[in-house]
């Protein structure tokens, strides 16, 4: 049997009960080192869970799955991810790959940040097309996902940003040379994805356009949702792009028409009163 496992959105202890008992009588465990982590390590892991862990990163799983799955038919093997199993497709080609071999598989779900969102006040049924914001580089500086911003705004619906990770990335050099030589982590923060958003809104202005999203509309930054440390900031795009929230994983959402009960929870982590009593309710 593959389980895959959900191990939430905190510690070693958000897993499951369930997904906890697979997870001990299982051979082999995985733990996919790549989409999110937790605020906890791989060592605190191994001692919660009584097992060793071996790490999968993205090419791992990308281009190894056949060595995750191996012996799956005759002996238990868990693949743990965090939040929930079924926040990357790359997980959903394991799953193809599994049933393809004859393999039976089994998924536990737990807490991801797609519904774990919901902790700063807004409704869920009222968020839109999710989206991803990448790091830029000097030469590539991609805008599409602020199109699905501006279509959800459109809509009256809130957008969830999920904010990029590099994780084992190689430079250009490294990879066109061939060098396993990995860059440190980065995860972007949520004033820098607030930087790149009003970077696009200036650009688009410089083409004659006058873009839905402005520096007044009204966002929530939040950071490492469901552990003890967990931060909430509601304020203006602007004011988004100064706020300090702490470490990784950051998330942004910019709002959408929002339901007074919702203006009244985002006052509760409000970084400027005044502004946000003058810009919020200009976007019900």
């Known amino acids: ?16 009960v369930k997904g906890l008992e697979a997870v001990r009588r299982c051979r082999r465990v995985y733990l996919e080192a790549y989409t999110s982590v937790l605020t906890v390590g791989k060592e605190a892991l191994e001692e919660f869970y ?8 993205r090419e791992t799983v990308e281009q ?3 060595c995750i799955l191996k012996e799956a038919d005759v002996c238990d093997v868990a693949f743990l991810v965090v939040g929930d199993p079924f926040g990357a497709t790359t997980h959903s080609d394991l799953v193809l790959r599994a049933v393809k071999l004859g393999i039976p598989y089994t998924v ?12 700063c006040g807004l409704q869920l049924y009222s968020f839109g097309e999710t989206v991803s914001i990448v790091f830029w580089t000097d030469r590539w500086k991609p805008e599409s996902f602020f199109d699905k911003i501006e279509k959800n705004k459109e809509n009256g619906m809130h957008t969830l940003c999920l904010l990029d990770i590099k994780v084992k990335e ?3 050099e490294n990879l066109m040379k061939g060098r396993k030589i990995y860059e440190p982590p980065r995860y972007m923060s949520v004033n820098q994805a607030a930087e790149q958003l009003l970077a696009i ?6 083409q004659g356009e006058e873009p839905k999203i402005t520096e007044s ?17 509601s304020g203006t795009l602007r004011q988004m792009s100064t706020v300090e929230l702490g470490g990784p994983l950051h998330s942004l959402i910019v709002t959408g028409t929002m339901h007074p009960l919702e203006l009244e929870m985002l006052k509760l982590f409000s970084v400027d009163n005044s502004s946000f009593e003058k810009n919020a309710f200009q976007s019900t």
């Open 217 to 233: 509309t009204i966002c929530v930054g939040l950071a490492r949702v469901g552990a003890p440390d967990q931060k909430i900031a």
């Open 50 to 57: 009584g097992k060793e862990l071996i790490l999968a990163d």
């Open 1 to 16: 049997m593959l389980y895959l496992v959900g191990l939430g959105l905190g510690d070693a202890k958000d897993i499951t």
């Open 201 to 206: 809104i200036h650009n688009r202005r410089l």
């Open 170 to 172: 190689q430079s250009l």
């Open 108 to 119: 536990i779900h737990n807490a991801s940040i797609m519904n774990a969102v919901g902790c």
């Open 64 to 66: 190894e799955a056949d």
